[in-house]
């Protein structure tokens, strides 16, 4: 017999239905990977990619293919006329016109530093643009939880709902019994009948309101919690750390970074040049100028170029970007001052919380106790059914101001974790 029942004990736990459970973190991670925005990394990721890429082109060879041809109003000429003092000596003169087209090649060997500083704006520049991203990603999380949040304080009052249905159920056959026994009136059961009917609107609100708060997370975080799901409360644990971790402080930290790297490229602009360069070509005339015919012709060496004009200007360059420094380190202390302020305003919150839900326990411990009382004197005949409704609402009201409180701690709680930026 025991076998027989430790079978059938085995055989419905396995036949009860499985629920999936949604937490918040879940949520999070859902949202997160489900966002549109999230494919932005690759894209930014791709276009580092590439833009270093062309940029270690520039110790490539530039090969420069070029054509031209003139005319000119005069050629240069020797002033003498060696055949009128008897010398047979003829002294060419070029055309004026002249054609020429030529292969340059330019080799770079030094270049004071200008592609390392432009690899290293490349990757700065990307990284400011990424955790600009999250800080777009992470003001999505704000909206998840509030969805979450909503969701679970709706739960709270279907749950207290059901509470008062059943009491109104119970005291209906009490009611019902003493209509039958001609102790109660059809104006007695009228009024349960009402209050029965309050209750399902109430209900239906909910309800509703919970279905468009779930359609509204699914499409967050890409999955359907419109059935049969277990929404599971988060713990409200605050750990004693001041310190602020939000994705904006890697910003500034990124941007700042940006313009210091511009910094070094001021300067690799004002540093010389130097490169190996080659051209070769057919034009007429060639290098020999006295020689009237097309020719090939060829010539190579070293070159250096020095810009002076960029030292004109690089001390107002540099004020510049100190300024956007300057800017970017008075922000940051800005957010920092409104983010302190804010974890001041939730600790506070949280704390009016926990004050709260320790009355609310008292409260619904003496409205239990008088609903009881209420419903011995309706049965004995010295009580109005609609004071015993009254104080069945009392009660109800006291749960579920209870189930709010514990919402909106959770929700203080998280909010303080979310402005802080520990994503416990």
């Known amino acids: 017999m025991r076998r027989k029942l430790c079978f059938w004990v085995m055989t ?24 549109p925005l999230i494919r932005q990394y690759h894209l930014l990721e791709q276009t580092e990619r590439y833009s270093l890429a062309n940029i270690a082109g520039n110790y490539l060879p530039r090969v420069t293919l070029g054509g031209q041809a003139t005319y000119q109003s005069d050629v240069t000429t020797l002033p003498l006329d060696l055949e009128t003092l008897g010398i047979p000596i003829h002294i060419p003169t070029v055309s004026k016109d002249q054609y020429k087209a030529t292969v340059d090649i330019n080799q770079s060997i030094w270049d004071g530093g200008q592609t390392l500083s432009q690899r290293n704006i490349t990757k700065a520049a990307s990284e400011v643009e990424k955790n600009r991203t999250h800080v777009s990603l992470y003001a999505v999380r704000e909206k998840v939880r509030q969805l979450f949040f909503g969701i679970l304080a709706v739960n709270e009052r279907l749950k207290i709902l059901d509470l008062k249905e059943n009491d109104l159920l119970s005291n209906q056959k009490t009611v019902a019994s003493l209509f039958r026994n001609g102790t109660a009136t059809q104006s007695d059961l009228d009024q349960i009948r009402i209050a029965l009917l309050q209750l399902e609107q109430a209900r239906t609100e909910q309800t509703e309101t919970k279905t468009a708060f779930c359609r509204a997370l699914s499409l967050f975080i890409g999955q359907d919690v419109s059935g049969p799901v277990v929404w599971v409360k988060p713990l409200a644990e605050v750990l004693p750390s001041p310190a602020v971790s939000r994705p904006e402080l890697l910003l500034f930290e990124a941007q700042t970074a940006l313009f210091e790297k511009q910094s070094g490229a001021i300067t690799a602009r004002s ?51 100190q300024s956007n420094i300057d800017g970017i380190a008075l922000q940051r202390e800005t957010f920092l001052f409104h983010t302190h302020l804010q974890l001041t305003q939730e600790q506070a919150e949280i704390e009016k919380s926990r004050k709260l839900l320790v009355k609310d326990d008292e409260i619904i411990a003496l409205r239990e106790r008088i609903k009881q009382a209420s419903e011995s004197k309706y049965q004995n005949g010295v009580y109005p059914l609609h004071e015993l409704i009254r104080d069945i609402n009392a009660e109800e009201e006291a749960r579920q101001t209870k189930a709010l409180h514990e919402i909106q701690y959770l929700l203080h709680v998280h909010t303080y974790l979310h402005t802080k930026g520990n994503n416990n």
């Not at 002076?308 to 004020?319: A, G």
């Open 271 to 321: 540093r010389p040049v130097v490169s190996l360069f080659a051209q070769g070509g057919y034009g007429r005339p060639g290098l020999n100028m006295l020689k009237d015919a097309s020719d090939f012709f060829a010539l190579g060496g070293v070159r250096m170029t020095w810009i002076f004009s960029h030292l004109y200007t690089q001390k107002n360059e540099r004020r510049i970007l």
């Open 12 to 35: 419905l736990w396995v036949s009860l239905p499985v629920f999936a459970q949604v937490t918040l973190e879940d949520c999070y991670e859902k949202a997160r990977e489900n966002y």
